[in-house]
């Protein structure tokens, strides 16, 4: 086992990560901006170095500092979380050169699902649904006219190098695709450096439903059963949950097994998420994320296991002790993602947090940096927690759900806590009949 890792990030995940080290008897290492010095996953590591100004380029995103912290503490090894550097492979490479290891998969793995056509291809290859489109990139509006024609419409026009539901624009019809084109390109060029977009079918009901997976880079992988994150604005997860309502375990085991026997053969090494449009019967990869996702702790609720800890482990060189029968799924869980920002117009709300206080009691669990007197900086997202709750049923999970939110304290900044209680008031999130596009409809509806 490491004894002492450096953990590159902030907030929640980088508490989550320490919690998760601490039990497995390991020193942790935080690093934080000058923005952070006061910030909880600072106090609490045993040790701590300052990497740079607020700005995350030059501090959270500065490779040569994090690789620096770990020469002067002596960090065997990486955690990256997500977000930040945890899906880049030049990192990941730089770091092997310095003979520290990066906790997460190879910087190969990382290339390959990292380029969304790639990507793509990959899955296809190895046997996974993809969306019909575009075979790679489309250079110009006559070949993504063609492309179109030939998947029919709508379709919706993707940045190979996108993340964050960046970069997306949907074409209804031929007259709609030239400027669909190029507001893409301009936006992909604009956000990450790279205007390629290629062209997918847009589909118009379906739910987001991804696959867990965790892999020892020796050719053992398993998966975790599947999270539903149908609940979206603007691309972005709200809500997520596992077991997806829309699932039996037929379907289960028959996704879950095709994409753990593609991780087997890719080597793939630590947790990731494989995510698919599902709609009537179908599944339909979209992408895979090499890293630990922001949801993970549902499929912690129903499986029992810590995802953080697995990842440490396999990063030692230890084999997956886990074959897939020993994987079981019990109860069901949810998570809101609580946003420091106003739940109507989801304007950010940073500044003092006057007064916090958390629920807690059976089955809830709250992911949280925040404390009473912290300042929420303007310069990052503007997640300050994570609410999770288990229930035996979903009918249970709701119930607690609805009781753990009304517990929920945060004086002094805006929060998006009311939004998650009028949810719970839809008959349609009741009874879990919900797709992708349910939140943004719902949001536009005049208030009763
Ligand atoms: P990102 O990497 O930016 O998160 P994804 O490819 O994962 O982008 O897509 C994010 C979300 O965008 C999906 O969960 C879904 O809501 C929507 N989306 C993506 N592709 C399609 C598609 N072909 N049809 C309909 N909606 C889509």
């Known amino acids: 086992m490491f004894d002492k890792i450096l953990i590159a990030n902030r907030g929640e995940i980088a508490l989550r990560v320490l919690r998760a080290a601490r ?96 990507a793509k291809r990959t899955a296809k290859a190895l046997g996974i649904p993809v969306v019909p489109g575009s075979e790679g990139g489309v250079a110009d509006v006559a ?94 997860k709200v809500w997520e949950e596992a077991m997806s309502p829309a699932l039996n375990a037929q379907q289960r085991d028959e996704i879950g097994g095709r994409v753990a026997r593609a991780m087997q053969e890719m080597k793939y090494e630590g947790v990731g998420t494989v995510e698919f449009l599902y709609e009537n019967g179908e599944f339909y990869f979209i992408e895979m994320n090499t890293r630990l996702q922001v949801e993970h702790p549902v499929t912690e609720a129903i499986t029992g296991l810590d995802l953080v800890q697995e990842q440490i482990r396999v990063a030692t060189g230890a084999p997956l002790p886990y074959k897939q029968s020993d994987i079981q799924f019990a109860g069901h869980a949810i998570e809101c993602r609580i946003n420091a920002e106003n739940p109507e117009s989801f304007t950010p709300s940073p ?67 009311p939004l998650f209680q009028r949810l719970l008031a839809e008959h349609d999130i009741i009874d879990g009949h919900y797709d992708i596009h349910w939140l943004e409809k719902f949001l536009s509806r005049p208030k009763a």
Do not use: W
């Open 23 to 118: 039990e497995l008897g390991i020193h942790t290492v935080a690093v934080h901006s000058t923005a952070d010095a006061d910030a909880m996953h600072v106090r609490l590591a045993d040790e701590s170095v300052c990497i740079g100004p607020p700005a995350a380029k030059d501090s959270y995103l500065n490779i040569p500092a994090i690789v620096a912290a770990c020469e002067i503490t002596g960090a065997e090894a990486v955690h990256p979380g997500y977000g930040f550097l945890s899906e880049n492979a030049k990192f990941a490479d730089i770091l092997k050169e310095h003979n520290i290891k990066f906790i997460g998969p190879s910087a190969e793995n990382i290339r390959t699902m990292g380029d969304k056509i790639e």
């Open 143 to 236: 070949s993504a006219r063609k492309v179109a024609k030939d998947i029919g419409y709508p379709v919706i026009i993707k940045a190979t190098a996108g993340g964050g539901g960046r970069g997306m624009k949907v074409a209804r019809n031929e007259g709609e695709l030239e400027l669909a084109v190029s507001t893409a390109q301009s936006e992909a060029k604009a956000a990450f450096g790279n205007g390629e977009v290629y062209i997918e079918k847009y589909l118009e009901k379906p739910r987001h439903i991804e696959i867990q997976v965790l892999g020892d880079g020796q050719g053992r992988a398993v998966h975790l059963g599947e999270r539903d994150c149908s609940l979206q604005r603007r691309h972005q």
């Open 351 to 417: 500044g003092r947090v006057d007064a916090v206080h958390f629920p807690g009691g059976l089955g809830v669990r709250v992911d949280s940096a925040l404390y009473s007197g912290y300042r929420i900086p303007p310069y990052y997202d503007s997640l300050i927690g994570k609410l999770i709750v288990f229930g035996k049923s979903r009918t249970e999970c709701m119930m607690r759900l609805r009781r753990a939110l009304s517990e929920f304290v945060v004086e002094g900044v805006e929060t998006t806590i």
